[in-house]
């Protein structure tokens, strides 16, 4: 039980922003040329973990509801399963190197100007 009380606390303490995805646009705007290349990588990185999480959330919309069960514990699974699909995403990205992150960086560093630091 103290496990499941962590996790709602972790979720319900998850900034708005950061859950819809208006906290990456927010991340997005503040990369210019004075942006370091670490800046600049991990945006790109949590770019593409957004990215792949609302590619997982189409993929969930694809399969088709129950209409068995108790409909308190349906709403429980929805409440939990954006921040699965969040942890999903981020943990896909990780594991594959996050090449649409590669590519973005490489294509942003050249449009500002950035230079890597040895």
Known sequence: MSMMTNSINTYLNTPAADISGNGMSGKLKGVGSDSSADELKEVCKEFES???EQVYKEMFKSVGKTEEGDSSLANLVDYFKDGVIQTLASQTTEQSGGPLAQQ???QMKR?????EEE
């Open 111 to 115: 449009n500002y100007g950035i230079v």
């Open 104 to 106: 973005l960086y490489k």
């Open 50 to 52: 957004y990215f792949m």
